[in-house]
């Protein structure tokens, strides 16, 4: 029988660069979407799919992350003295049952790979998934719960996929197809950022990704590889080779590259939009600022 996917892997320990001067003070995964920090998200996601055990692996200056989790009880004591009672499910939302979150330190920022790699006692001889939260999805079902759903058929290693536009295929992690089946594919090769007009496809991977424990024992033998960095799709890549069970997932969704400052904006524009107590006005003032703009055009 095949083992549930019940521990992911959040790595959070990048230094956020594109973020700075922000990002001097507070962790990339805390910029909030609307109100809510892109962490929560990814933590949501990670609940609807059925993980129990979430394991973070973090940097220094990463400590209102670890905050962000805790129970806060002079918060709560308040609000329910105030009988404000939906804001109190929302912070209880946030909590974690104690024992259910792992915080492990990446020493150096050396690359997503070593960040996985970080987790490996605590991953033992489990599959787990791995969630970016910079990748923020919007998804009638959550990412993650489709590919738990997908990969129960397929077993293996899994990454989610997208199509992405040719001219931009050397930002990302691509893969090389063996057969396409609709929503999955068998993959045959993977290339992180290939030199422009050399990708094997235009299916690029982004932040979801379950795996087996067999890619921790590829992550001890790699070295670093593109820009200097030990990288997770190297790993995942030396697997085809020894067992030929990669597949790419193309989720239904719209995903939102967060770590970037355009793809930010644009969730918070579509998040903004999407919540009740908020679209009118908003699509409101976006609208004016159209109308303003076209005019001075
Ligand atoms: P990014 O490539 O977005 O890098 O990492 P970054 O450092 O977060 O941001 P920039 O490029 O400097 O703006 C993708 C994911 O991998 C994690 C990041 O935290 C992010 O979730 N990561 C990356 C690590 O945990 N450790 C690393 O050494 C590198």
Known sequence: MKKKITKAIFPVAGLGTRFLPATKSIPKEIMTLVDRPLIQYAIDE?????????????????????????????????????????????????????????????????????AVWCARRLIANEPFAVILPDDVIAAETPCLQQMVEAHAETGGNMVAAMEVPADKASSYGILDVKEDHGAMVSVKGMVEKPNEGTAPSNLAVIG?????????????????????????TDAIAHEIENSDNVYGFRFKGQRYDCGSKAGFLQATVAFGLSRPDLCDEFGDFLQDLMSIRAAAQ
């Open 46 to 114: 990670a609940r609807a799919a059925g993980i129990k055990e979430f394991i973070f692996v973090t940097s220094r200056g990463k400590s209102a992350l670890e905050d962000y989790f805790d129970h806060s009880p002079e918060l709560e004591a308040t609000l329910r003295r105030k009988d404000k009672n939906d804001l109190l499910d929302l912070l209880k939302s946030t909590n974690m049952d104690s024992g259910a979150i792992a915080y492990l330190r990446q020493n150096r920022p050396l690359g997503l790979g070593h």
């Open 208 to 232: 979801r990704y379950i795996l087996t424990p067999e890619i921790m024992t590829n992550l001890n033998k790699i070295k670093s590889g593109k820009g200097g960095e030990i990288q997770l």
